[in-house]
């Protein structure tokens, strides 16, 4: 079991900046692969950015458009979102995931936080 714990989440205005955290526990050994995705109300979830823990290639949704930069700590099994120039679209709950490798699709990933809410006024 690996388990994932989110934080960083909070209101922000538009234009602003946030980062977010995932703190990975358990039998982190057993996966490659770390997103982030989000569901707005009434939306589906979807995919914003993707890491491999081995080698640290990244992933991004069309619309972060450069915006948003995730990384990793291996060393702290930890996993970062940094949110910038965030649009009050960026409005949703953002969601840790960890799987075998890393995915643009949720069903790549066994292991999911509880999510961190992230609100955009404009």
């Known amino acids: 079991q690996v388990q994932l714990v989110e934080s960083g989440g909070g209101l922000v205005q538009a234009g602003g900046s946030l980062r977010l955290s995932c703190a990975a526990s358990?039998?982190?050994?057993?996966?490659?692969?770390a997103g982030w995705f989000r569901q707005a109300p009434g939306k589906e979830r979807e995919f914003v950015a993707a890491?491999?823990?081995?080698?640290?290639?990244?992933h991004y949704a069309d619309f972060v458009m450069g915006r948003f930069i995730m990384s990793r700590n291996n060393a702290e099994n930890m996993v970062y979102l940094q949110m910038n120039s965030l649009k009050p679209e960026d409005t949703a709950v953002y969601y840790c995931?960890?799987?075998?490798?890393?995915?643009?699709?949720?069903?790549?990933?066994?292991?999911w936080g509880q999510g961190t809410q992230v609100t955009v006024s404009s």
């Open positions: 995931a960890a799987g075998s490798y890393y995915s643009a699709s949720p069903l790549g990933y066994r292991y």
């Open positions: 358990g039998r982190t050994f057993s996966t490659d692969g």
């Open positions: 890491i491999s823990w081995s080698a640290g290639i990244t």
